[in-house]
């Protein structure tokens, strides 16, 4: 893995203006362990996420606790301007908490939209799982198979490695509707995501990557590519990290595929799959929708072949969106799905034949 580029570190007498090379950049990860220059670290470190637009807070060297008051989930932005105004923040880390930990403020920017970050915990020693996951080290692990039973590559954006292996997933918030909260671990609902995966959102916060750890002898490092940023939140991702929205009216099904009497044995079938992996659809709960759909259009682009006049993509994009509607999901991540999963299907009907 490549280190991340230098920093310069301002000193004391220098104004508050770090010099950054990219958006991108974070500090050297070759922190010096004397006092006076692991202050200039954290310092530098603070000072690179303040330009970026994003809120700072000092926190404890040993639980990483917040050390500053008044960022939370309530707060308002009179209350939140000091964690952005770089005096403030270069006063913090030049007395007081010059050796302090960098927190980033999640869930709000300065342009009122900031981050979302994914935090994956190590499995420690002791620790019990559902039954599911007991073979699970990590939340890394957990959230790779809920990419997988979505049918979704592993998230490519801006991520952290911690020291103590952990990984955090950094995403901006979404560009509509409320900003996402914290949760912590498995719950009922969202934005709960599952065992060993923690949330951070509006009133949370997360370790910065640069930021030394006293406790590890060892820094938060990039692990991404210099030239990834944040990420919007991938679709299947979001549909687990909202609450539900109150139950619409659902919207009118096409009607069901019929055959004629006389239609061969293949079209008959596919005419019923067809409806059958509609009404999947349609009957989806929350956390289920996007990986039936994509199930069915998988297996329905599998059985083109069969009955090509039943199962042209046409009349199955429009069986499935119309299903995928009624459960709740957004016509935009439904095309997207049912795109993705026809073209496997047909991808997977072609390896067999072969």
């Not at 010096?32 to 700072?56: D, F, I, K, Y």
């Not at 671990?185 to 969202?190: C, E, F, L, M, Q």
């Amino acid at each position: 893995m490549a280190e991340n580029p230098q920093v310069s570190a301002p000193s004391d007498k220098q104004p508050p203006t770090p010099r950054v090379t990219s958006p991108v950049d974070t500090p050297s990860t070759a922190v010096a362990r004397s006092s006076g220059n692991l202050t200039e670290q954290q310092r530098a470190v603070a000072m690179v996420w303040v330009e970026r637009g994003l809120p700072v807070i000092p926190c404890s060297r040993t639980d990483k606790g917040p050390l500053v008051p008044g960022f939370g989930r309530d707060a308002t932005a009179e209350q939140l301007r000091p964690f952005s105004d770089p005096e403030t923040v270069w006063g913090w880390w030049s007395g007081r908490y010059k050796r302090a930990h960098v927190g980033i403020l999640t869930g709000r920017g300065a342009d009122g939209r900031g981050l979302l970050v994914i935090d994956l915990d190590m499995r420690k020693a002791g620790t019990e799982l559902p039954a599911e996951y007991d073979d699970v080290s990590s939340g890394a692990d957990i959230l790779e198979r809920m990419a997988a039973a979505a049918g979704e590559p592993w998230p490519d954006t801006y991520t952290v490695l911690t020291p103590s292996g952990g990984v955090h997933l950094y995403f901006r918030q979404p560009e509509e509707g409320p900003l996402i909260g914290c949760a912590t671990g498995a719950g009922p609902t969202a934005p709960h995501l599952g065992p060993l995966i923690d949330v951070r959102g509006v009133g949370g916060l997360v370790i910065a990557a640069g930021s030394y750890s006293a406790a590890q002898g060892l820094p938060y490092r990039r692990a991404s590519a210099p030239e990834v940023v944040p990420q919007p939140l991938p679709g299947w991702l979001l549909e687990r990290l909202r609450p539900a929205a109150a139950p619409a009216a659902p919207a009118p099904r096409p009607p069901a595929v019929r055959t004629l009497p006389t239609a061969s044995r293949a079209d008959r079938y596919a005419a019923a799959a067809l409806t059958g992996a509609a009404d999947d659809v349609a009957g989806a709960q929350e956390g289920e929708r996007n990986r039936r759909l994509f199930a069915a259009a998988r297996r329905l682009g599998e059985l083109q072949a069969t009955a090509p006049a039943v199962l042209d993509e046409t009349t199955v994009r429009e069986q499935l969106l119309a299903a995928a509607l009624a459960s709740g999901q957004s016509e935009r991540e439904a095309l997207r799905t049912i795109r993705s999963g026809w073209e496997r299907g047909l991808s997977d009907r072609g390896a067999g034949a072969a």
